[in-house]
């Protein structure tokens, strides 16, 4: 069956650290791939996607993530984080099967520290 | 900004008890999912409608779930009877699908704030 994995289950980090959240999926078909924040208290938040193109794609608040097609890995970065990205990220990714809906991963509680 | 509405944000209440939880996407959005989210199983998906029709409500339990869409505004997802292991957060999230074909081409997602949901 097909599933996305997220292996880091609770990163913590010290202000101006750099980040990588690692995200892998079981499909070997077309993809669309996401990544979804959720910051204490507050709904799911689009951070980035890919849809086809440049594999490395940026998004909001300093985040990028590179598609790896021959890794099945879509992981997360960014290069110095604050203490205002404490948060869960979720991965997510849509495959070309006739279901229709997302594929979310388990998550990642990152904690970071002042 | 256009968002997606849910209503209650917060409910507690015993078990037995029919919920109903309440979804506006957001206009013009044609697709509309429900997801549940636990520490456990982390983020679920229970069921999803392309223009109102539903399209795939597997993930949800049959025997107690229900889910609807009257119009559509509003989405509905009922538990009834209600047990205290549905307690999590429910979210309804909304978006709009091709019209054409698609398969992997849908745009984003736009969550709501989600309900909390408390069985006792």
């Known amino acids: 069956a097909q599933s996305v994995s997220q292996h880091n289950h609770h990163v913590i980090l010290s202000e101006a650290a750099s980040l990588e959240l690692g995200c892998n999926y079981s499909?070997?078909?077309?993809?669309?791939l996401f990544w979804y924040v959720q910051y204490p208290g507050q709904h799911l938040q689009l951070l980035l996607k890919y849809f086809s193109g440049d594999p490395l794609v940026k998004g909001i608040k300093g985040f990028e993530a590179e598609f790896i097609k021959s890794k099945f890995s879509f992981n997360l970065r960014k290069p110095s984080v604050q203490w205002s990205d404490t948060a869960e990220y979720f991965c997510?990714?849509?495959?070309?099967?006739?279901?229709?809906?997302?594929?979310f991963g388990s998550g990642t509680r990152l904690q970071v520290q002042p | 900004d256009a968002r997606v509405t849910q209503t209650p944000r917060h409910k507690v209440t015993e078990m037995g008890q029919e919920v109903t939880m309440r979804c506006q996407p957001i206009?013009?959005?044609?697709?509309v999912f429900w997801y549940r989210q636990t520490m456990m199983q982390g983020l679920e998906l229970l069921a999803y409608?392309?223009?109102?029709?539903?399209?795939?409500d597997s993930g949800m339990p049959k025997d107690r779930f229900s889910a609807e869409m009257p119009d559509a505004t509003l989405a509905t997802l009922k538990i009834q009877p209600s047990e205290p292991r549905d307690s999590a957060v429910y979210f309804c999230?909304?978006?709009?699908?091709?019209?054409?074909?698609?398969?992997?081409?849908?745009?984003?997602?736009?969550f709501g704030d989600g309900t909390r949901l408390s069985i006792l």
């Open positions: 997510a990714v849509k495959m070309d099967t006739g279901r229709r809906a997302l594929t």
């Open positions: 499909y070997g078909g077309t993809v669309n």
């Open positions: 206009l013009g959005h044609n697709t």
């Open positions: 999230a909304s978006g709009l699908g091709s019209i054409v074909g698609g398969g992997a081409w849908d745009q984003p997602q736009h």
């Open positions: 409608f392309r223009n109102r029709a539903p399209l795939d």
